[in-house]
């Protein structure tokens, strides 16, 4: 668990880089639930909120693979909540888009760099609730040296680690 949590603060720190963020406190755990993990952390005196999981199976043919994690982000200041994100441990083929699989439910990302989003703030919406009443996630995606990838997430937990970081960033 340790690991994971080491991971997850270098994940958050790649997050709030891409965020633009310029002034940030480490974050703090609010409660493990199976897979998933709640966090807050103040953002230039703001507070954020996010739940993040590692999936628990990689498949690829790759040789050097960073971590990947899923978020789901919330920043009340910026009015902003259900953002979906998807660090996958290496660059996206640019223009390239993953898909995201859960249970019976089929979601497009568009990407850049090692991240991948919803197009619009329905998408991120239809996703969370799909993510906290589902069991199962997959994430196929294409990296920059043409390696298809297809990651699979519990979604155990997922309901509970929602309602914290909703409870925590209202």
Not at 61 to 66: E, Q
């Amino acid at each position: 668990m340790q690991k994971k949590r080491l991971f997850l603060a270098i994940a958050l720190i790649q997050f709030t880089f891409i965020a633009g963020s310029q002034a940030n406190t480490q974050p703090r755990l609010m409660g493990a639930y199976d897979a998933w993990e709640a966090y807050s952390f103040t953002e230039n005196g703001q507070k954020v909120c996010y739940m993040a999981t590692q999936p628990g199976n990689k498949e690829g043919d790759y040789t050097k693979r960073g971590d990947p994690f899923a978020l789901i982000t919330h920043r009340p200041a910026e009015n902003s909540r259900n953002v979906f994100s998807y660090i996958t441990g290496y660059d996206y083929k640019p223009g390239s888009a993953v898909t995201v699989f859960i249970d019976d439910q089929k979601f497009m990302l568009f990407t850049k760099g090692n991240t991948a989003w919803a197009p619009d703030a329905q998408n991120d919406n239809q996703i969370v609730e799909a993510i906290k009443k589902g069991s199962g996630m997959k994430i196929v995606g294409t990296s920059s040296r043409g390696t298809t990838t297809t990651d699979t997430l519990s979604l155990k937990g997922s309901g509970k680690a929602y309602e914290r970081i909703s409870q925590e960033c209202r």
